[in-house]
């Protein structure tokens, strides 16, 4: 027989599993359920949140003191993304940008695009400068997800938690 902890541990992961799934399906709708992510500015090689799916794959949902569900990523840009923020150049930064210049142009400098003309933009961009990131948010609170917190929590209870009490029932009867 379970114990109501049990139970409640129970109902934390299955709301764990219907949320992780929700938030995975941001990524699809390239959307925060229904508010849509500004796209990126030069954006060559597909969705900006999914051009490698590291960063869909990295969101880890973890049941925390036994009473609530916390996501992490293990990648330093998740927060970014989800809360939007300033980023500074620096010379690494920098580097790379030229690289994916390069690799635009194909090594002919006059062979200039969109996607190269970016590039070399960002390249020359002062180290110190500020990069603003607008917010792209795939996890937290929304109406939604207190939706799906009602639905999974109203069909625990009505059979996990009545199966539960009908057992308790029967035995304090016996």
């Not at 293990?74 to 939007?84: F, Q, R, T, V």
Request: zero cysteines; hydrophobic letters at 35%; aromatic letters at 12%.
């Amino acid at each position: 027989m379970q114990t109501f902890q049990q139970l409640f541990n129970k109902l934390l992961n299955d709301i764990k599993i219907e949320l992780h799934d929700e938030f995975d399906r941001n990524f699809e709708r390239k959307a925060f359920f229904n508010t849509g992510w500004k796209p990126a500015i030069k954006n060559p090689i597909g969705s900006l949140m999914m051009r490698t799916g590291a960063l869909r794959s990295s969101l880890r949902p973890e049941i925390v003191d036994n009473s609530a569900i916390k996501w992490e990523s293990s990648l330093p840009y998740a927060d970014l993304h989800n809360s939007g923020g300033i980023i500074t150049v620096t010379q690494k930064m920098k580097v790379f940008f030229w690289y994916r210049y390069k690799l635009a142009t194909g090594g002919n400098n006059k062979n200039l695009n969109a996607e190269s003309r970016f590039w070399k933009a960002m390249a020359l961009k002062r180290v110190g400068s500020k990069i603003e990131i607008p917010q792209r948010q795939f996890i937290g609170d929304h109406p939604q997800v207190q939706k799906t917190v009602k639905q999974t929590t109203d069909e625990w209870f009505n059979n996990d938690v009545k199966e539960y009490l009908d057992e308790q029932l029967n035995n304090i009867i016996k």
